[in-house]
């Protein structure tokens, strides 16, 4: 059979049904073995960082396997961005990228280029991927196939790719005589590579039993384990408040009474203060990153006993220092767990902790209701109410991201996508195609700001063509609203290349084909999202809201979780905390 066949054949075992690409001759052979099947379709976009960032949201919402294709040189490297989205977040996903014929290929040569758009994306793209590989014999197809799903899939997830020749995938093979990955040396020894730590759970336990003030902070590992039933389960024995980090804010329901919002430098300040006045927090799945931390780690929790469990051996003990560290599969983790207090836990009281939490919500809500202008943050608690459980929405970058990240309230089935390692301006238009293929119920939502949905604005054609019921929503402040909320607070107001051009975001829905909606004041907010959330097809809505429209609360330099700006006044402060305060640090100008 014909290797591109072969190809298509494998990933369709693999439960793959979408390919994501951009056409190019580098690719060809692979496309046309598509072309008479019912059983994969190709999603053509128009830009193959859309391609990749689809890809990324389809591995997310299906929980396996994601597969974007490219042609060579330009096609290739128009992917990196999305290759290092998942590198960064953890996605597995399968790049597949066309190369020029061997025989046209330079290898070690010192010259430059021989074939047209030979580019050697191997070399360019090992630093964002777990593995790739340029596929010289036909032989040898089956065997690395095999291995770049394996480990895309295995421990931490993450990208892999595989470049292949024109004339691979023009030349004929005989499957029978493929070699196995899963019969070789190299995969027993990978698979005695891949060890867990042993744990014993009575340290954690006892924990657990003696704290007042007890945190389970769920990262972005949680979902990438498919680990949130055991979760919600450890959550229903224990009682224990939840707090969450950007990447974990869709791994629990946000309508339960144990959700205390979002922490880190963006979080809501009620959440932070939960944190810092905390007295244990089990920690899963987490990198915690600064944008968790703040830029002064050494105060994160620190009057709590931290446990941290990651997939990931580089993470633990890497940016806070814990008390206990395991690298375990979180799943496996959290069923050994629950087993254990299923036997050996009562319900311990906390309901003084909770009473402090409950006063930190009530003193220093995030979403305040305006009459004079939108407000972002109440804006996305009306949003909420228009959702449904089967939605799926997926954020772009920027200040519309933490707005809603801050204030969207998630229902059960719900899901929210962001981009968080990489933080890529762009992403939210092709992940909402990418996740509503991956799951085809309910509506994807895209909430963007004015500049990110310029970047892959192109995509506006691929949902209007695949009749995607994609409703794209544009918190509109006519500037680049994070970079000038840093000139503002670091650059003394100095606007440079921030306050952009102003398009006319409906027209240009309109030549795409979509239904457009304007909201441009308070009183239209629910009159246009209830017209909006009756639209069965494309709809783009416009919202307009103040151009000096800042992020509050937010953490800056130098300073503890805690204290975010606006700041409280000390005493305030002072009387909010049940642990000691840090000493003050100036913030750099």
Not at 176 to 182: D, G, M, T
Not at 258 to 267: A, F, L, V
Not at 419 to 431: I, K, Q, T, V, Y
Request: proline share 4%; hydrophobic share 40%.
């Amino acid at each position: 059979m014909k290797l591109s066949d072969y190809v298509i054949d494998f990933l369709v075992q693999q439960n793959i049904k979408h390919i994501f690409e951009m056409t190019g001759g580098g690719i060809t052979h692979l496309l046309d073995s598509t072309y008479s099947r019912d059983d994969i379709d190709c999603v053509s976009i128009h830009h193959e960082q859309a391609g990749a960032f689809a890809a990324e949201a389809y591995a997310r919402i299906n929980g396996k396997l994601g597969v974007a294709m490219a042609t060579s040189g330009p096609g290739a490297l128009n992917l990196l961005t999305g290759i290092g989205s998942c590198y960064f977040d953890s996605v597995p996903c399968l790049f597949i990228t066309g190369q020029v014929n061997t025989y046209e290929y330079k290898y070690d040569k010192k010259v430059r280029q021989i074939g047209f758009q030979e580019t050697d994306i191997v070399s360019v793209v090992k630093p964002l991927t777990k593995f790739a590989k340029l596929v010289i014999g036909p032989e040898k197809i089956r065997y690395y196939l095999e291995k770049a799903v394996y480990i895309a899939q295995t421990g931490r997830p993450g990208p892999v790719l595989l470049d292949l020749p024109m004339d691979l995938q023009r030349a004929e093979i005989d499957p029978i005589q493929q070699e196995s990955f899963f019969e070789s040396e190299e995969y027993q020894q990978l698979v005695q590579e891949e060890t867990y730590d042993e744990f014993q759970l009575d340290e954690i336990i006892d924990l657990m039993k003696h704290s007042k003030r007890p945190l389970i902070l769920v990262g972005g590992g949680v979902r990438t384990a498919n680990a949130t039933k055991e979760l919600l389960e450890l959550v229903r024995m224990t009682n224990f408040p939840v707090v969450s980090s950007l990447m974990g804010i869709d791994s629990f329901n946000h309508e339960f009474q144990e959700y205390i919002g979002m922490i880190g430098s963006y979080g809501n300040r009620y959440s932070n203060l939960a944190l810092a006045n905390s007295d244990l927090i089990l920690i899963l799945g987490s990198r915690l990153d600064t944008r968790q931390t703040g830029t002064r780690p050494d105060t994160f929790g620190r009057a709590a006993k931290k446990i941290h469990i990651d997939i990931d051996a580089l993470e633990l003990n890497e940016k806070v220092k814990v008390d206990i560290a395991i690298r375990a599969s979180l799943k496996s983790f959290l069923q050994k767990l629950n087993e254990e207090l299923t036997e050996n836990w009562s319900i311990t009281n906390i309901s003084g902790w909770y009473s402090t939490l409950n006063l930190y919500k009530t003193t220093y809500p995030t979403a305040i209701y305006q009459e004079e202008s939108i407000n972002p943050n109440w804006f996305m608690e009306r949003l909420s109410e228009y959702m449904e459980s089967e939605d799926i929405i997926s954020l772009d970058v920027g200040q519309h991201q933490m707005w809603a990240s801050q204030s969207l309230k998630l229902k059960d089935g719900q899901r929210l996508l962001n981009s968080g390692g990489m933080g890529a301006m762009g992403f939210a238009l092709p992940a909402a195609i990418g996740a509503y293929m991956a799951k085809k119920q309910g509506h994807a939502i895209v909430i963007a700001g004015d500049g990110g949905i310029q970047v892959n604005i192109q995509e506006l054609d691929t949902i209007v063509y695949n009749e995607l019921p994609i409703k794209v929503i544009i918190m509109n402040n006519q500037s680049l609203g994070m970079v000038r909320q840093f000139q503002d607070l670091y650059f003394e107001k100095r606007r440079q290349s921030t306050v952009i051009s102003k398009p006319n975001f409906p027209e240009i829905a309109k030549a795409y084909g979509l239904k457009t909606f304007v909201i441009n004041n308070v009183e239209s907010v629910d009159k246009v999202l209830e017209k909006v959330f009756l639209e069965e097809g494309p709809v783009l809505v416009d919202v307009s809201i103040d151009s000096d429209v800042i992020v509050n609360p937010k953490l800056v330099v130098n300073k503890p979780i805690e204290d975010m700006s606006p700041h409280l006044d000390r005493d305030e402060l002072k009387n909010l905390m049940l642990i000691d305060m840090v000493e003050e640090m100036d913030i750099p100008k």
